[in-house]
């Protein structure tokens, strides 16, 4: 997406320098700063605080890693070192071991002096893919905004609600849960959206709100809590939001809030959609509820907050006693009886076992990124 009218990924090969650089998240939206990372040690770090974040972003980077750590020692022993680093960094996001599983499929077959060359090629294969894969679902998004456009909600703009950043920062390019949102957009459909801000780390309001502004998209922020009142007042037409991993029984496990925000959507007839890539969907879980595991962030990130002075300084404060315990699960699932369709790269289908498993043996084998 661009950036200033300049096109940018959230992730890239820059061939002056040679080096993989990502913009560093932790700075917006107070300043676009990018850095280089050159090391399998800078990728871990950029992934575990989050310079870099949203599941396929964080797994486009971990294949990158991937070829740093090849680049530097190609023996099994360093790659597989390296993957082992890098799978401990995030444990939701099903994307990171799906992206080291397919780079370690092709480094570990190959002799040693070819190992660098492919994994370079392969990270950047499975970057471009990713940028596919959200178009897709930015196409699917954008036919069933459409529709509601033409059927249910013809004299307002669409009011779209979404929680967290599923952007395209959270992504190589175009997002998942925005991508049909950029796509309305460009298509001249009128939206309007409902940007959740998403504590603790704050990336609705933060990063949706930086993205949705850059290109121009009417939205409005508002705090964790007032989704169900909004619903309530008739004045939110559809929930889209991103995945982390989704279970094969259609569970959603999505940013902490995103359960609540789907119970609030049922209990108002609101529709809730899920955009969710084939590589999200963890086959080998059955249940999302029981089965996925659910980060558990530093205790800071919900002591305090980060914002900007008057004068232009950015500063931490705290907000709570400084002696109270505090928690911060990082994720939460939705029950698939609540999301009413997952939006995929592949057409939107129905959140239950039934379906799944139906199109498990195809998707399974032939998951894009
Ligand atoms: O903790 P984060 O910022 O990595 O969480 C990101 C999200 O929860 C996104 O909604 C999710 O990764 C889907 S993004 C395409």
Known sequence: MKINGEHFRSIWFDHDSEQ???????????????ISLNTVDDTSIAINQMAVRGAPLIGATAAWGMWLATKHDPSDSNIMQAAEQLESTRPT????????????TIILELPQHERAKAAKQHAEKL????????????????????????????????NILT???????ATVDWGTALAPVFKAHEAGIDIHVWVDETRPRNQGASLTAWELQAHGVAHTVVTDNAGGH????????????????????????????????ALAAFDNGV???????????????????NDIPIEHRPDSEVRFVTGITNKGIIEQVRITPETSSVANPAFDVTPSRLV??????????????????????????????
């Open 163 to 169: 929680h967290c950043n599923a952007g395209w920062l």
């Open 340 to 369: 009413t369709g997952l939006i995929t790269d592949q057409g939107i289908i129905e959140a239950s076992a039934e379906t799944l498993s139906k199109i498990c043996p195809r998707w399974a084998s032939n998951a894009p990124s």
């Open 127 to 158: 970057c471009d893919e990713n940028v596919e894969t959200n178009k897709r679902i930015g196409d699917y998004g954008l036919a069933l905004l459409k529709k509601m456009f033409a059927t249910t909600v013809s004299i307002k703009p669409i």
């Open 93 to 104: 996001a099903i994307n990171l071991s799906w992206a080291l599983n397919r780079m370690l």
């Open 230 to 261: 909004l619903m309530q007042e008739g004045q939110v037409d559809v929930c889209l939001v991103g995945s982390d991993r989704t279970a094969r029984n259609g569970d959603v496990c999505n940013k902490v809030g995103t359960y609540l925000k």
């Open 271 to 289: 529709p809730f959609y899920a955009a969710v890539p084939s590589s999200t969907i963890d086959w080998s879980c059955q249940d999302g509820v």
């Open 20 to 34: 993989v650089m990502v913009i560093d998240q932790r700075e917006l939206p107070f300043s676009l700063k990018c």
